[in-house]
């Protein structure tokens, strides 16, 4: 069975501090992992999608890395905002972009 | 225009109730998917269409109906709805083949009672 798995569940951190959200998955045989943030209530924006050929992709204050033979990827966050307070989550695309997701990751970043 | 926009944004509807969700973008994308997302709960595939055709069908019970008229439009006809089939109904969609981003709409809050 495909699984993603998101660590931690939840984070709660003053503002200004630089996080990392891990994620993990069970098969290797990925096209590309992608980062979602979902706000309550509302859809999934895209964050980062890094294909399977890459390593890391950034996007301003924000970069995703990923390592296939460990079955890892990480959103790393650099100085947070409490604009970022957010569910994190990662997702693994198998063909199709047929999306299996994590359970996601609440962010809450407090000023 | 990079939005994937869904109608209507809340929806009540009684067991014996016929409704339709609508979703519809404009990037010339020809992969579309309807997903499903229970409160505190990750999304979950239901329907993938690829080029206009059903391509991925996760089980889904027959009182769900997707169909996509044009390569703009997906729709999701409900009838004889389940209190557990309360959720978000996430529409998206991306480039077929290309493993691209996916654009997700805001979702419809649909409540069965």
């Known amino acids: 069975k495909q699984e993603v798995t998101q660590i931690p569940a939840a984070l709660s951190v003053p503002e200004g501090e630089n996080l990392v959200l891990n994620c993990s998955f069970t098969?290797?045989?990925?096209?590309?992992l992608q980062w979602f943030r979902q706000d309550p209530g509302k859809g999934l924006t895209s964050l980062l999608l890094?294909?399977?050929?890459?390593r890391e992709q950034t996007s301003g204050r924000l970069n995703a890395s990923l390592d296939k033979s460990s079955g890892r990827s990480t959103l790393y966050i650099a100085a947070s905002q409490p604009g970022d307070s957010a569910t994190y989550l990662c997702?693994?695309?198998?063909?199709?972009?047929?999306?299996?997701f994590g359970a996601g990751t609440r962010l809450a970043v407090h000023p | 225009d990079t939005e994937v926009t869904q109608t209507p944004k809340h929806l009540v509807m009684g067991m014996t109730n016929k409704k339709s969700l609508k979703c519809e973008q404009h990037?010339?994308?020809?992969?579309m998917y309807w997903y499903k997302q229970k409160a505190k709960k990750p999304p979950e595939l239901m329907f993938v269409?690829?080029?206009?055709?059903?391509?991925i069908n996760e089980s889904v019970p027959s009182r769900f109906s997707p169909e996509c008229p044009n390569s703009s439009l997906l729709n999701l006809h409900l009838h004889a709805l389940q209190p557990e089939d309360s959720a978000l109904y996430l529409c998206?969609?991306?480039?077929?083949?290309?493993?691209?981003?996916?654009?997700f709409g805001s979702g419809t809050q649909l409540s069965v009672l």
């Open positions: 998206a969609s991306t480039t077929p083949g290309g493993e691209g981003k996916l654009f």
């Open positions: 098969d290797s045989a990925i096209y590309n």
């Open positions: 890094i294909q399977s050929s890459q």
């Open positions: 997702a693994r695309s198998g063909g199709y972009n047929k999306l299996i």
């Open positions: 990037m010339g994308h020809r992969a």
């Open positions: 269409y690829s080029y206009e055709k059903l391509s």
